[in-house]
């Protein structure tokens, strides 16, 4: 008996093909993998150092043996000429008149400071000058000379800064008419003039306080 078949059907280029793999192949091998995508390796950032802060206002102290030329020239002026080289400071001219308006200035400021022995002996008399540079200090008695000696130093470079010469010095010496009568510009003048001759007149004015201002 013979079945009755149907004819094959015909297949077309578009229809699947079933592949069949040999003995021992896995076909799973074959498949086509897509490649992962590389993950970009990864930089790594160089630590840097914090940049230095930079202050507007000078913190903190500077710790120098040098000192400036300002206050190199401001420790010159304070010093004695005597104790360094006078040839580089100033040496101006100065008037008569100028170094008397500092003498009674110097003088009024001996008194501030309770120094009337001072005050006095230079009040009494204007001073002189002898060789263009030193100053001449006429003084009543040894006392006053004694008295006066040690502040030397402080009226010396006081003349020597405000005369701006380094060269003045002073000399004291003892008047041959101490008891030479003068003529006084206040009553202050007046009263110091008496007090010379009676130093207990202080003692007086300061316990009734009294006002010499006339």
């Not at 592949?19 to 992962?36: D, E, M, S």
């Not at 101006?92 to 006095?120: G, H, P, Q, V």
């Not at 030397?152 to 003892?174: G, P, S």
């Amino acid at each position: 008996m013979f079945h009755k078949t149907g004819a094959r059907k015909k297949k077309l280029l578009t229809d699947p093909v079933a592949i069949i793999p040999f003995p021992n192949q896995n076909l799973r091998h074959k498949v086509p993998q897509t490649p992962k995508p590389m993950a970009p390796p990864v930089r790594q950032e160089i630590p840097r150092e914090p940049e230095p802060k930079v202050s507007a206002i000078p913190i903190g102290t500077l710790n120098t043996t040098n000192l400036s030329i300002a206050k190199m020239m401001e420790k010159e002026e304070n010093e004695p000429a005597t104790e360094r080289n006078i040839e580089n400071l100033p040496r101006e001219d100065f008037s008569l008149d100028k170094l008397k308006m500092l003498w009674r200035r110097f003088a009024f400021e001996m008194k501030e400071r309770s120094l009337e022995t001072f005050y006095n002996a230079m009040i009494k008399r204007e001073p002189t000058i002898k060789d263009d540079v030193i100053l001449l200090m006429e003084v009543d008695n040894q006392i006053q000379i004694d008295y006066i000696t040690p502040h030397l130093q402080e009226m010396r470079a006081f003349f020597q800064k405000e005369l701006r010469n380094y060269a003045v010095n002073i000399e004291l010496f003892l008047s041959a008419h101490p008891e030479e009568e003068i003529k006084y510009l206040s009553g202050k003048d007046k009263f110091a003039a008496l007090a010379r001759k009676n130093p207990n007149l202080h003692t007086l004015k300061n316990t009734f306080n009294l006002d010499i201002d006339y």
